[in-house]
Structure formats: C-alpha cells, structure tokens
C-alpha cells in the first residue's frame, strides 16, 4: 500500500534549449495551443509546459525567465519562425500562447517509476522519422521528436510512436542522430519519401515533425554506451 507521501502525481522536470522550444511544443498545428505555466524561483521566473503522464509523474518542460510575461507569441511560416514574450494580455488572438501565474510548488518533484518507461531503439533515423509521420497521419496532428545530448551522442526520439505496442507504460523510441543533422522540423516529402531538417514549414508537398531540443536528457533514459 503507498504511503501518503506516494500518493498523487509528481513533477519530473526537463530543461529546454530555449523558449523558441517552449512554443514550439505548445502551438498547435491548428492554431490552438497548450496552456503554460509561469512560477516564481527564487529572482526568475520559470515557464513550464506540462507534457506527457508517465507513471506517478508528469515530465514538465521549462526554461528560466526574468520580467513579467502575460503570453508568448509564436508563428512559424515561409518566413521562418518567431517567439516574443508579451508582457501584457492579447485577447483573442489566434498565434498567442497563454501563460498563466500558478504557484506549483506544492506538487513534489519526482522521477518516473523504473518500469514505467520502456526505451526502444529504432533501427535507424529514417525508421523513427517515418514511425512519427504515420501516427501523425493517423492522429491528424503534427507529433513531434525531442533532441538531446546523452554521454556525448546525439540522440532523438519520441512517445509511443507504434499503437500497437502501447500499454500502461510509455514507450521511447530513439535512434542516434549526426551532428549535422539540426533543425526545427523534420520534413518530408511523401511524393518522393526524402526526409530532410529545416528550420520553417513550407511548401504543401511536405509532412512535418517538430523537434524539441532539450538541454539534459530525460532522467529515464539510461542505456547501454
């Protein structure tokens, strides 16, 4: 039986790159988006978007910040993509990012359980593109990757890439990633099946995986060098 101080969920956090990141994350391919979070620590502020559930936890994105910041503007086009704090409230528009102020200092922090997260390495980098275009295909939404560094590789991966094989606990696919491969997107081409890394969305040709680079590895990714 758990003991109260078992109970509940737990905040597992996992620092960005950058804001640009953040937003990335939190703008919707529909022009909706997920709410943010900005709480006091210590002289800054930190924003935080709420990710996925993975046993006892919730793994929290989040970089540090100073001033007041009420929303975070994002667009993202053939002209490349923009991130602006807005230090005052927008309305209703349709490329603004609400950040809320909330005190969640309460919820303890935490790692995820050891079987709560079982990690898949995918043959090679165009299997784990392709396995991300297909569940995007079939939820209809833009999925999107996470990069970052472990034991000075590079690697890039994603949640639960393959229905079928989903189950109580979450599954991480992940492969390697070369050095010269950077970008905010993944692209590709479903008349040819080219798979490339660009920094904006363009033409109409394309699918699109977002990649979210993290500045530390997921405290439960621990394999073999």
């Known amino acids: 039986m758990k003991s109260k101080e078992e109970k509940g ?4 956090y996992v620092r960005a790159k950058s804001l640009d990141d953040i937003a990335r994350l939190a703008f919707g391919d529909d022009f ?15 924003i935080t978007l709420l990710g ?15 001033g007041t910041c009420k929303g975070i503007s994002y667009s993202s086009d053939d002209s490349g ?13 349709k490329n603004f990012i609400d950040v809320f102020h909330v005190e969640i200092e309460g919820l303890k922090d935490g790692k995820p359980e050891k079987d709560s997260v079982a990690i898949i390495k995918a043959g090679s980098f165009e299997d784990l ?15 999107h990757l996470y990069s970052f560094e472990y034991k000075g590789k590079n690697i ?30 993944i692209a590709y081409d479903y008349k040819t099946g080219r798979i490339e890394f660009t920094d904006r969305m363009r033409e109409y040709s394309y699918m699109y995986l977002k990649i979210i680079n993290l500045a530390e590895a997921f405290p439960f990714f621990n394999v073999p060098d």
């Open 129 to 143: 593109a392709k396995m991300a275009i297909k569940a995007s295909v079939k939820d209809e939404s833009i999925r």
């Open 9 to 12: 969920k737990k905040i597992t």
């Open 81 to 93: 993509e923009r991130v602006e704090v807005v230090a005052h409230e927008r309305g209703m528009d």
């Open 156 to 185: 890039i991966g994603g949640f639960d890439l393959i229905e079928e094989l989903n189950d109580e606990a979450r599954n991480f696919y992940y492969t390697l990633l070369s050095k010269d491969n950077q970008g905010k997107y």
């Open 52 to 66: 996925e559930h993975v046993g006892s936890c919730i793994i929290a994105y989040y970089v540090e910040s100073e």
């Open 32 to 46: 909706s988006s997920r709410s943010l979070i900005c709480s006091p620590r210590g002289k800054k502020n930190r």
